[in-house]
């Protein structure tokens, strides 16, 4: 059976050869914007504390409560709650750069499509933070029913109760970016990614159990809203439509670029060497001189120069 193509995905293989020096400065700088711009509106918390009460309102009215039921189980369970609290604190920020340098290494015709699918998804994760600062229910009063596991098992791990962040390090993140939920945004990602160039039965498994499974651990733990998984998931719909352009913007930006057009036509000179040129049959510089000086026409191929000289000879 033929293998399907992800939209966006496939029609960009990259025009040039990516080089590990470049990439890696590009991921930091949106890595640094990604953390810069979760703190863009952490002072707005009343504005916060009042959409996280207005998601909770929408939720009850479509009947959906999935945050309550898996809080206090996590709460309950600590061999439930404390792995969820390491997976929420640690795979986010280790499972999405390694499949990036998977990608790099075994899939490098894929790559640039994949990683500008992150990258512009990420941007506009970054426009909901700041629009929309959302109280997640782990910081709600103690009356919505909601628990921090974060903090309840804090002492099990290097985060503590005020984030996910290490310990005594809270302040330093904004922790009402809880709309859209990036953690589910990425696990996506890396889902498709890894259902989509995994050759393994196993690659296939993890491709469905890593999104769905952090879906549940961001509700368990209290940090995200079944809504807000769902604003993740639109928000990497988003980024992988956008795609296909953002990469031919990229392209006609390079293209207007001095140095593109200074390579293209150094590229396209017929100059070698110090003022030497070669025409149409020669492989090296002033072949044609050497012929006539052996007694080849200017114009005759090296089959006939060989003949001349032989001719000469006799």
């Not at 990497?236 to 293209?264: H, N």
């Not at 110090?274 to 090296?302: F, L, V």
Request: with cysteine; proline share 6%; hydrophobic share 45%.
């Amino acid at each position: 059976m033929p293998q399907t193509e992800t939209p966006g995905i496939e029609a960009a293989a990259p025009r040039t050869r990516l080089r590990w020096w470049t990439e890696l400065p590009l991921i930091l700088l949106v890595y640094a914007c990604y953390s810069a711009g979760r703190l863009l509106a952490r002072g707005n918390t009343s504005g916060a504390v009042d959409h996280g009460l207005d998601i909770l309102r929408i939720e009850k009215f479509l009947h959906l409560n999935a945050e309550h039921p898996l809080n206090r189980l996590f709460t309950r369970e600590a061999w439930l709650g404390v792995p969820a609290d390491f997976w929420y604190a640690s795979l986010h920020y280790l499972v999405t750069p390694a499949i990036l340098v998977w990608l790099f290494r075994s899939r490098a015709v894929h790559y640039r499509a994949a990683r500008t699918w992150l990258m512009t998804s990420t941007f506009f994760g970054l426009i909901g933070f700041t629009l929309l600062p959302t109280c997640p229910p782990r910081l709600l009063s103690a009356g919505h029913g909601f628990v921090d596991t974060m903090a309840q098992y804090s002492s099990y791990g290097w985060w503590g109760g005020e984030a996910s962040a290490p310990r005594g390090l809270g302040g330093m993140t904004n922790q009402y970016a809880a709309m859209p939920s990036l953690h589910v945004g990425w696990a996506l990602w890396c889902g498709v990614m890894l259902w989509r160039y995994g050759r393994t039965p196993a690659t296939k498994v993890a491709a469905v159990a890593y999104p769905l499974l952090t879906t549940i651990v961001v509700m368990g733990t209290a940090n995200h809203y079944f809504l807000d998984a769902v604003a993740g998931a639109a928000v990497m719909g988003v980024g992988l439509f956008l795609t296909p352009y953002v990469i031919q913007g990229a392209d006609r930006i390079k293209e207007l670029l001095p140095l593109g057009a200074g390579t293209s036509q150094v590229a396209g000179s017929s100059i070698v060497s110090a003022g030497c040129q070669t025409s149409a049959g020669e492989r090296i510089p002033r072949q044609r001189e050497s012929r006539i000086e052996s007694g080849a026409e200017p114009g005759a191929s090296s089959t006939d120069a060989g003949e001349g000289a032989a001719a000469a000879a006799r």
